[in-house]
């Protein structure tokens, strides 16, 4: 059983498309990240998000506690943002985390 | 914003060796650390919790013996692969939270066993 789980699982886009990643989750959290993890392995944090919806650049997340269910979306993509994207959920200390969405965005 | 860095990015060693990988946080002290492997195709898994000042608590099915943990300080925690080996080659992330609220992540270790 996976408390988190992603969609799509692989994603292509072409440049400039407006994606959406998914992400539902069965426990009850204090917080939710959004990861991007490059190809050769280096993770970094995009979003913390705890309510509501937060904005960086072309990059947006939002989440619905009610719900249960986050998303992050990308304006106009880039190649440049291929990668896979990791959701992250904090019932406590520790995390669990999504599958992971890989998106690979073409010239 | 904190900051959580980790050390070496990536790893190469030879069969047999061991390997050590540093995750310290910054710019606050943090009472715990998650270290976290990531095998091929599936999500981060968490390994062990390490307090500073205590022995580590290792989820099941990770060897303790293998896998050392040590959290001498409260911006310090360390992981050390003993005798590695082939699969024990993966992705390993540590996390650390400050106090009860933020949990920041390090930058993850890629380590190659040949």
């Known amino acids: 059983k996976n408390e988190v789980e992603q969609s799509p699982q692989n994603l292509t886009a072409q440049e400039g498309e407006f994606i959406t990643i998914n992400c539902s989750y069965s426990v009850g959290i204090s917080a939710l990240h959004w990861l991007q993890q490059h190809p050769g392995g280096g993770i970094v944090s995009l979003f913390m998000?705890?309510?509501g919806k937060k904005k960086h650049g072309r990059l947006i997340a939002t989440i619905n506690i009610q719900e249960k269910h986050s998303s992050l979306h990308i304006t106009a993509s880039h190649p440049r943002d291929s990668a896979v994207y990791i959701c992250a959920v904090r019932p406590g200390n520790q995390f669990y985390f999504g599958t992971g969405t890989s998106l690979t965005v073409i010239p | 914003g904190a900051v959580v860095s980790q050390h070496p990015s990536r790893v190469i060693c030879k069969s047999g060796t061991s390997v050590k990988i540093e995750c310290r946080s910054l710019?606050?002290?943090?009472?715990?650390m998650f270290w976290y492997r990531q095998f091929p195709k599936q999500s981060l898994m968490l390994m062990a919790t390490s307090n500073e000042g205590s022995k580590a608590t290792y989820e099941q099915g990770v060897e303790k013996d293998k896998f050392l943990i040590n959290h001498a300080s409260l911006t310090l925690s360390t992981l050390t692969v003993t005798s590695a080996h082939p699969e024990d080659s993966s992705f390993y992330i540590c996390s650390a939270v400050s106090g009860n609220t933020e949990a920041f992540f390090g930058q993850g270790t890629r380590l190659t066993v040949v």
């Open positions: 998000l705890s309510s």
């Open positions: 710019d606050f002290q943090a009472t715990t």
